[in-house]
């Protein structure tokens, strides 16, 4: 029987696991560190912290308990542990981890810039915040492609579109970072390429009722869907054969250092 962990692997955790190594690169993991992997999804970015870090505490946290149980299924050792939990509101301490990150998930919760605080306050003075987050609008191609004919079919879902995604426009990321006080602030484009073996690899996984995308396939109509595969098809192979595609996806990472606290001249910390 599938999970709903299997259906996000199929949909979007095979990218997130191609592009979780990147994050994990650009925010400086080294192992040892105590990191907290903030809406973990089915693990893919915590899978990269082990990978770089074996002797690292990690801990996930996602309020989905089932992609909480997916992540932790796979990582049956004590120093990797997997939560219910939502990120405006960590039960950590302050200063309990050394970095902490986040891949695909900031424009999804409701009030980032809480989130943001939150993982500000979990993290130790000198640590590193990182996330990522697809650049829906341009760098994300297999998005954006699929938008682009959905949106052109009915014009009427526009507002639907994943262009509209906050925090996903180059620039956004770092601003937000600055705004909350972050030094050092870095953003830099963390590009991998989407491979799909045939047309039905790309497209089938939209069938699976998985984020934005897959919900809105799944209020068509099934001659609606129809309508919507052909033009896809058109739209990646022309009139051709089927044949493997190969799409970039870009993310916007962004990385940023915990301040430490300023002491009064003639005080010690
Ligand atoms: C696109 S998935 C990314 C998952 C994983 N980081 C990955 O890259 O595979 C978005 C994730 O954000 C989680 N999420 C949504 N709202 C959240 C919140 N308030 N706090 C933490 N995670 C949240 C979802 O449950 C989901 O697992």
């Known amino acids: 029987m599938f999970s709903a962990g299997d259906a996000y692997q199929r949909f979007m955790g095979r990218w997130s696991r191609a592009l979780a190594p990147l ?9 040892g560190d105590a990191v907290i992997d903030v809406g973990s999804g089915t693990g893919a970015l915590t899978a990269a912290v082990v990978a770089v870090a074996p002797s690292s505490r990690v801990i996930g946290i996602d309020p ?10 796979r990582h049956p050792v004590d120093r990797v542990r997997f939560e219910v939990g939502d990120a405006q509101q960590l039960r950590f301490l ?3 981890f050394d970095r902490t990150l986040s891949i695909l998930v900031l424009n999804f919760v409701q009030d980032p810039a809480k989130a943001l605080d939150e993982m500000i306050r979990v993290t130790q003075a000198g640590g590193t915040v990182a996330a990522a987050v697809w650049d829906y609008g341009q760098g994300m191609e297999m998005l954006r492609v699929f938008w682009d004919e959905a949106t052109a079919l009915t014009p009427a879902i526009d507002a639907r579109d994943e262009r509209h995604m906050p925090l996903s426009r180059k620039g956004e990321l770092a601003a937000l970072w600055r705004e909350h006080g972050l030094q050092d602030v870095v953003e830099e484009p963390l590009t991998i390429q989407t491979r799909f073996v045939s047309f039905d690899d790309y497209w089938s996984p939209f069938l699976e009722k998985q984020g934005p995308a897959g919900e809105y396939v799944a209020s068509l109509r099934a001659g609606e869907r129809d309508q919507l595969r052909l033009r ?10 089927d044949r493997p595609i190969t799409l970039d996806a870009r993310a916007w990472g962004v990385r940023g250092i915990v301040p430490r606290p300023v002491t009064a001249p003639g005080l010690t910390a």
């Open 64 to 73: 989905a308990a089932t992609f909480v149980a997916f992540a932790q299924a």
């Open 232 to 241: 896809l098809r058109r739209r990646l192979l022309g009139d051709g054969p």
């Open 23 to 31: 994050l994990v690169k650009f925010a400086g993991v080294r192992d």
């Open 94 to 96: 302050n200063a309990s």
